[in-house]
């Protein structure tokens, strides 16, 4: 429990409306994940740079942990604190600070959601590609935290591709820029990127620097009705082997489906087996004749339906329903264990028809849905987590998804510090000297080791 | 001056033929830009990441500097060594390991040269955008080390967008992989991120994994010809507006080509004011009529003459002449310096205009050249290094340069570490702060701080 001298200096920093104390307010993100226990806490809000810099002094200072948090939904369940801990959130630093058209670039402040952020560009005529997959708010600090990519990543690339600079508060209290605003923008050791990703263990962004893109002037959405989800990992395979490449390309299976049908009305038909989205855009002629190519390919790989998007708002619906699939998962099930699984482009079909066997054999309930275009998929799994027989099974299987996945000379685990996640089936631990490495140059960031102890990368 | 005991540790690693110690196998790169003095000092090679490894673990135990060089054609000069230090070159680890078409994902070995990796690949029809804007040799592993972008970096971006993972040998001894062959590849920390334009001062990459795009199917080059060449950046930023991202977009200026006209025969006219070279690729479709469009801004916007280049022959002579330019410049002139300078795309067409005004007033045989459509520009200036006078009618001019870059909210410097360049330009030093952990950040990676010390970051 925090003390009241560190209470009180905290307070002195954001003042008292910058502070809260109520363990109602710090409910541990990813709730359908894990349940990470009771928290007591202190949760602080500071509003400037300044602000953030100044707590981080007295952390340190006091050896006290911070945990920093945007909205608390990341998957990694990184941003969960423990009793003791400062949670430091960004919620009052969400200003968009300048979006330019001319130079392409936004200077935002962390806690700028990432819903609100895509409407502001779209409005200027620009895209900011990395977008949520799911339909939980989303902030950009924590997208930046957590590397995440989002549904257009196949194309256009992850919030690594985008942040092009930081200004960051150090655990030491230092504060420094690092990147700036022009394209090619680093000088020196590309700190922003070390950032990315992070889980918040080695500093505070306190303000983004954004690369832009014009928005492309189409978009067309084909949507691809499977019986067999290997047939549709199959054709996104074919669509790319032809130089096609889809701004989106996602896949949900019949399982997925299901779950979104019970929780409400769906623009598929119920008997649907797999679907496969492909989204292109740019311009009119050239998005439209790779729409149509694409479509094409799907019929000639078992397709049994394949219709265009007649509207935005038809398109928008399929959008929603696949940014809903895992909530409509998570709603069905007592628990769900989302994993996330790599396996280079060329062993996407055959990853998708094995683990489609598992299902059949001993895998029952598990969904599979993802960025198939990208070889990245969620095998999602149903579990009763106060059942150590029903626990132990799903551990079984998620075994056997590694191996699968190992075999085929993919990664299991996320693009990102595996968070609170169990690390036991990660297939490539670093090796120790990768390990000292990285505690290294933790404790150059962090050399009081008090950002978010509790976060594994 | 290295003890013959550390000459004979390093021969029985590498071999007796794995190591030379003739001066002159050592002479200064960038050699142009100025004149780094006579060198005294061991060359190197190791044939495989273990030998590199153990070279490290020597150089670390005698706390000897190494200095990493690939074909040390670096603008920085950050691969010129000093008396006493080892120069680990990776000339004889230069295999291309793998290239596959299916995973889009090549594997090699760091002293490949990046001509001969573009061949490898176009054959294999597939595409690695980063590749040398000079005439001059490079490798992979040069072009990690300086972080190099290239002609196309403008739509398709640096190196930096396509080292997916390395396998790196670290001054401790020690031996990583960092980063992986899938798409989404980065668990943990992004240490490969960290070696990008790290300049050698951290450890030595062995093996590095390069994403690959598939070959666009065509390219159109476009030349326009304008007289002055604000008109030309003008051009260039209405085209970017119109929504069209060519895949190169470079301009040169009168004094680049009468420098290039007195190397022998030129594909352009011998009073061609500024010459804008425009590639669009993709379909061809798409990628003509966006060459027609970017053809017709040209026209109003005061070109003299535009027209397409009708054979990838005829392409190809201007991507030489742009390649020569720099070689070019130098020829004709007792010594260059070369800058870099970047603004906010919105303001090229101001920079343009000054710098122009600036050759008229006082900065006579000055050329301008460089990556317009990036805001990305290449001020150099002849120099007679022997003359003290002339030196600091330079340092004036280069200072008039920063002034104006700085003033239209651009940055000065190249976007790696500085190397042995002239730093008291340099617009954004870091903080006091900043290097405080740019320095604990090279202690973590480098305790001994063996690893290309000379090299300013």
Known sequence: ?????????????????????????????????????????????????????????????HGVPVVPRGSGTGPSGSSAAREGDIVLSTARMNRILSISAEDLIAVVQPGVEMEEFRRTVEEAGLFYPPDASSERPSTI?????????????????????????????????????????????????????????SLGTLGVCTEVYLKLLPLPETRVVTVAIFDRARDAAEASMRILDRGIVPSALEMMDRTTLQALLRTGDQPFPEDAGTLLLIETDGLPGAAGRQAVEAGEICHSSGARDVRKAQTSHAAEAFWNARRSALAALCRARPATVMEEVRVPRS???????????????????????????????????????????????????????????????????????????????????????????????????????????????
Chains 1, 2 share one sequence.
Do not use: W
Request: proline fraction near 5%; charge should be neutral.
């Open 347 to 457: 062993r996407v079909a055959d990853l998708v028809g094995s683990l489609m066997a598992l299902v059949e054999i001993e895998a029952a309930g598990m969904a599979l849905l993802g960025h198939v275009g990208e070889g990245r998929l969620h095998p999602t799994i149903p579990v009763h987590l106060s059942d150590p027989s029903d626990v132990s099974r799903v551990r079984r299987i998620v075994g056997k998804i590694s191996q699968e996945v190992l075999s085929l000379g993919g990664r299991f685990g996320p693009e990102r510090g595996v968070g609170l996640g169990d690390v036991s089936f990660l297939d490539e631990r670093p090796s120790a000297e990768g390990m000292d490495l990285v505690k290294r140059l933790k404790d150059a960031f962090d050399p009081k080791g008090i950002m978010n102890p509790g976060a594994r990368l």
């Open 1 to 61: 429990v925090l003390s009241a001298d560190v209470i009180q200096k905290l307070k002195n920093i954001v003042g008292d409306d910058g502070i809260f104390d109520r363990t109602e307010d710090l409910l541990a993100p990813a709730a359908e994940v894990e349940d990470a226990g009771p928290q007591v806490d202190v949760r602080v809000s500071p509003k400037t740079a300044d602000e953030v810099a100044r707590v981080l002094a007295v952390a340190s200072e």
């Open 141 to 197: 600090g924590g997208s930046v935290g957590e590397s995440t990519s989002g549904l257009r990543a196949l194309k256009y690339g992850g919030t690594r591709k985008y942040v092009m600079g930081m200004k960051i508060a150090l655990p030491t209290g230092e504060r420094i820029q690092t990147g700036a605003r022009t394209l090619k923008c680093v000088t020196g050791y590309d700190l922003a990127r070390l950032f990315i990703g």
